[in-house]
């Protein structure tokens, strides 16, 4: 493969470099590059080459067991005078110990960005199969391809319906090693499929830009019929979205006796995007049930907790029983501000990265200065996630002062409190100032109630939440002297862990035009952007605030 940044542009073209690629987008400007989405990309090259030593770590070792399996079976079968069983035989130059190559389906392509980096930037690769339902972008893929120096054999633009193609390649014969679902909206169409057509031990990635479905709360009838549960309206609305997408996964999955292992489950700008493994296990199926989860937030002051829906009970001879769990976990008003609940779920009620996987990921990133342009955020962002304890959701500090209304309590302040009590605390990828924490609602709220001692209140109606939550006495008074442990790795060596606006009126641009209005990439846009309303979550108005859920379920209503 040639390097083709020197070489001018075929008349009608411009040339855009991203990474080792330089893609061909037309003078017309009728589809133009979106940079903001270039983390994306190198975030899931990242993924995709860890994935891919850990795979094929495992098929050495397979390899090498079954190896000492032969030889253990030939010195049997020498010692009892019996022939040696005759060697398979494989074609001249085929190794059978040899690395194998890789292969990647890349369902919806459009102009074929990611999957000519993904040849020229993932070692490993031998082969990609390129689809977009368009035959302008089969035109583009094939064009970006030719320029780039990279053969048909590695990488094959494909013309046809990303759901057929998904299904067309169920049989573990014709399975891809990685699947990339990167539509524009939802996944949940295709989710079927991938989790079929992805090899067993293989990498899926998905991304779901309509975030007003699955972190807001306008439209819970769309999320349920989409990704079978309900979202809430809470702070932690992002992390409820990435646990409602994996569960999707899970469950779809486990129709066909198999299972997901999420790797890396990450909130990001206007999108969140997923890369878990998928193995065939009818055993670890049966688990399914403890593994989901329903949450019952509170209207009034948030306090959250969660019941899995499933549970095991395991003989003295380790047998399991599976059965059905017992609850609800609360009672019908809050024990804290008398509110009532709303139940979200079901979603994925276990651990949303591997720790392992993050710091194999962290090591490559941190080696490959020159490969990723977004290098200071990928090690930011990974960071915190490493960092992050396996508890489900978070508080933030302004959010807890908010209720309380109360001057906003210092970040440190809370954390340090929560570390002097013994509890485990660290932040969230997914917002900032955030606070996960595995000690109980009734300790924040003590919390809260001996920083307003420290902060007098005044005019709180006594039968609101903070009314009701202050009127009673701290059972313990919070330490909220700094602790050692206050201040996270990340934060110490001053990671760039939360992204700021890197432009005006950024975020995930409007679909791109044609038949196919199921997905345009987001390499990609239209003309229409001046028209487009932002998502939830891009903080892509002029002044930097968020957009609101109104006018982000607009923008995903009308992309429906």
Not at 170 to 191: E, H, M, N
Not at 515 to 539: F, I, L, Q, W, Y
């Amino acid at each position: 493969m040639t390097d083709q940044h020197d070489i001018p542009a075929p008349k009608g073209f411009k040339k855009v470099t991203e990474g080792k690629a330089t893609i061909l987008f037309p003078d017309t400007n009728e589809v133009f590059y979106n940079p903001i989405q270039e983390f994306n990309r190198d975030i899931s090259i990242a993924a995709i080459r860890t994935w891919d030593e850990i795979f094929q770590e495992e098929r050495s070792a397979r390899l090498a067991e079954k190896k000492a399996r032969k030889d253990a079976s030939a010195a049997k079968r020498a010692k009892e005078g019996l022939e040696p069983l005759p060697e398979k035989e494989y074609p001249e130059g085929v190794d059978p110990n040899a690395t194998r190559g890789i292969t990647i389906l890349e369902a919806l392509s459009a102009s074929g960005l990611r999957s000519v980096r993904y040849a020229k930037e993932i070692p490993n690769v031998k082969h990609i199969l390129t689809n977009d339902l368009e035959a302008d972008a089969v035109a583009s893929i094939k064009r970006n391809a030719e320029f780039n120096g990279i053969s048909p054999d590695l990488l094959e633009p494909h013309k046809g319906d990303a759901i057929d193609v998904l299904y067309q390649h169920r049989d573990p014969l014709k399975r891809y090693d990685v699947i990339d679902l990167d539509p524009y909206g939802t996944a949940s169409p295709f989710i079927d499929g991938a989790v079929q057509a992805v090899s067993d031990g293989g990498l899926l990635c998905v991304t779901c830009t309509d975030l007003a479905v699955l972190a807001g709360s306008n439209y819970v009838e769309t999320c349920y019929a989409k990704y079978g549960g309900h979202p809430v309206k809470a702070e932690f609305c992002h992390e409820v979205a990435l646990r409602l997408v994996l569960n999707t996964l899970s469950t779809s999955a486990a129709r066909y006796k198999r299972h997901i292992v999420p790797m890396v489950s990450l909130s990001i700008d206007y999108y969140l995007r997923v890369f878990v493994r998928v193995y065939t296990s009818p055993a670890e199926v049966k688990l399914l049930g403890s593994k989901t989860s329903l949450a019952y937030v509170c209207c009034g002051c948030q306090s959250t907790y969660t019941q899995a829906l499933g549970k095991i009970t395991e003989s003295a001879k380790g047998n399991k029983k599976f059965g059905v769990n017992t609850g609800p976990p609360v009672n019908e008003k809050c024990e804290h501000c008398n509110s009532k609940f709303h139940v979200a779920g079901p979603m994925w009620g276990k651990e949303l990265h591997s720790i392992p996987f993050i710091d194999r990921m962290l090591k490559h990133v941190k080696d490959a200065t020159a490969l990723y342009k977004t290098q200071p955020r990928i090690l930011g962002m990974l960071s915190v996630c490493k960092e992050e304890i396996d508890a489900p959701f978070y508080y933030t500090a302004n959010g807890l002062s908010g209720t309380v209304h109360c001057t906003s309590i210092p970040l440190l302040h809370v954390t340090s409190a929560l570390l002097h009590q013994g509890y485990k605390v660290s932040g969230s990828h997914a917002a900032q100032g955030s606070i996960k924490t595995d000690a109980p609602p009734s300790t924040l709220w003590d919390i809260m109630r001996s920083w307003v001692k420290l902060n007098p209140v005044k005019n709180v109606k006594p039968d609101s939440p903070a009314g009701r939550i202050l009127a009673v006495e701290p059972t313990t008074i919070a330490n909220f002297e700094l602790h050692p442990d206050a201040k996270s790795e990340a934060r110490k060596n001053n990671l760039v862990r939360y992204q700021m606006n890197p432009a005006k009126n950024w975020g995930p641009q409007a679909r791109a035009g044609g038949a196919n209005k199921r997905k345009a990439d987001d390499d990609v846009d239209s003309k229409e952007k001046k028209n487009r309303k932002p998502a939830e979550g891009s903080d892509e108005s002029a002044t930097g605030a968020n957009a609101s859920d109104t006018a982000a379920a607009a923008s995903e209503k009308a992309s429906q």
